[in-house]
Every structure is written in C-alpha cells, then in structure tokens.
C-alpha cells in the first residue's frame, strides 16, 4: 500500500486528508486487510516510527518510503514475507478499491498470468504529442507540443490499482533501477504477461482537492447523508 507522497499536487499530504471519520489511507488499507494475509503500509519517512498514531496491527507493517513511487515499492517489497506467491500494489490514494476488484486481479493471477490491472475504457480522444521548436512549423512561441499521433480508443485503457503479481515476477521486475509509472510497466519490461480485468468507476484517484470533494459526496451518498 503506496502512501508514502508528499503532496506536491495536491498542497498536502492527501493520504492523511479526512474522508468521513476515517482518514484517506484507513479506508484503502481496510480493503486491503480483507483479501490479505498482511498489508505493508509505505508511509513517508518520517511518520514510520509513529506506530500508535497510525494504526498498526501485526498485519500491518510499517515501512519508510523513497524519493519517488518506485523507490517507495521497491522498500515495501523487501518488507513482504519471503513466502508470498502473488503480491499486490495499491496506491492510498484510491481509498474506494473494492474487495470485488482486488479478488477479480488476484483470480487472473492465481488463473495464470505474471500480472493483472483493473483498467477502464478510455472515452476521451487522446494524442500523442511531441515538443518542437515553434520556428520549425511556423508558430509563435520558444516551443509547442506538436500532436504526431492519434491513438485509436479502443486500444487504450486507463489503469487503476491495485495491481497485483507472481511475487516472484514482481521482485525480479524490481530489481532495476529504472522509474516507471505503475508496476505493470515494469513487468511488462521483463517479457511479463500481464492481462486487464473491469475497473471500476469509484476507483478514483485523489489527485486534486477537487478530487477529495467528490470522495465524501461519494461517502455521503453510500451512508445516506447529504455532505456539506
């Protein structure tokens, strides 16, 4: 469980945000505790030691995170028992997750492949661009992204997590250096066959503060209330 940002787009640390009476990262690591043997938390480095603030249970452990997401999981990996067989990523910020979602990734794993990710259909038109020099096309300007390509829709999809691996696969993937935006990427990097399962629509990130207005109407409406 991936909470160890900084908040730089948000303007805080968003994992610690309130949603309800729970903070942000209680409701995606109770998810979590329900299909898993243990949850390693990722927590910046300077909150780990703060065991009794955070909550830990002996299925709970905590762990300091790193300079980037990558850096963070790779320090949560050496936490995980040597005895897993699958091993899921998830990030904090997705604090609706469902049980259905994590038990659909963990099925396509037990069923086979290196790895499964919950994706949706991608509904917007999206571009591939690339920057230029503006004199070289005749714009105004020191430089401009330049559209070059047009991906067709129905090859996309827009990943969620958590994504989840042959534990082994997984740790080899994490043995380079190298940066990626999800796990799968690295997976992928090491000739991994790593499948899609349905996402889900409340799968959301919290990226933005507006994104954290939109998680408690969504809360309010699951208990009924009205948020304010």
Same mark, same amino acid.
């Given at each position: 469980m991936?909470?160890?940002? !900084?908040?730089? =787009?948000?303007?805080?640390?968003?994992? %610690?945000?309130?949603?309800?009476?729970?903070?942000?990262? +209680?409701?995606?690591?109770?998810? &979590?505790?329900?299909? /898993?043997?243990?949850?390693?938390?990722?927590?910046?480095?300077?909150?780990?030691?703060?065991?009794?603030?955070?909550? &830990?249970? #002996? *299925?709970?452990?905590?762990?300091? $995170?790193?300079?980037?997401? @990558?850096?963070?999981?790779?320090?949560?990996?050496?936490?995980? #028992?040597?005895?897993?067989?699958?091993?899921?990523?998830?990030?904090?910020?997705?604090?609706?997750?469902?049980?259905?979602? %994590?038990?659909?990734?963990?099925?396509?794993?037990?069923? $086979?492949? +290196?790895?499964a990710?919950?994706?949706?259909?991608?509904?917007? @038109?999206?571009?591939?661009i690339?920057?230029?020099?503006?004199? /070289?096309?005749?714009?105004?300007?020191?430089?401009?992204p330049?559209?070059? +390509? @047009? #991906?067709?829709?129905?090859?996309?999809?827009?990943?969620?997590?958590?994504?989840?691996?042959?534990a082994?696969?997984? =740790?080899?993937? %994490?043995? !380079?250096?190298? +940066?990626? /935006?999800?796990?799968?990427?690295?997976?992928?990097?090491?000739?991994?066959?790593?499948?899609?399962? #349905?996402?889900?629509? *409340?799968?959301?990130?919290?990226?933005?503060?507006?994104?954290l207005?939109?998680?408690?109407?969504?809360?309010?409406? =699951?208990?009924?209330?009205? /948020?304010?």
């Open positions: 991936v909470a160890g940002g !900084s908040g730089r =787009r948000f303007g805080s640390m968003k994992q %610690y945000e309130a949603l309800g009476d729970r903070r942000v990262l +209680d409701h995606a690591v109770e998810t &979590a505790r329900v299909v /898993s043997d243990g949850v390693v938390l990722v927590l910046p480095q300077s909150d780990v030691a703060d065991e009794v603030t955070w909550g &830990a249970t #002996p *299925d709970v452990i905590l762990v300091a $995170g790193g300079p980037t997401r @990558t850096a963070s999981v790779r320090n949560g990996l050496a936490a995980v #028992p040597a005895e897993a067989v699958i091993i899921l990523v998830h990030d904090a910020a997705r604090p609706f997750a469902s049980v259905d979602v %994590y038990r659909l990734v963990i099925d396509a794993v037990r069923g $086979g492949a +290196d790895g990710v919950p994706g949706l259909p991608v509904t917007d @038109t999206v571009k591939v690339q920057v230029v020099e503006s004199a /070289s096309i005749g714009v105004a300007g020191a430089v401009v330049r559209i070059v +390509d @047009t #991906p067709d829709r129905a090859t996309l999809l827009a990943v969620q997590t958590p994504q989840g691996f042959v082994e696969i997984l =740790r080899r993937a %994490y043995l !380079s250096e190298v +940066d990626a /935006s999800d796990d799968s990427a690295l997976v992928e990097s090491i000739g991994g066959t790593v499948i899609a399962v #349905p996402g889900e629509i *409340d799968n959301r990130k919290i990226t933005h503060p507006e994104d207005v939109w998680a408690r109407d969504v809360l309010a409406r =699951r208990n009924g209330s009205v /948020s304010s």
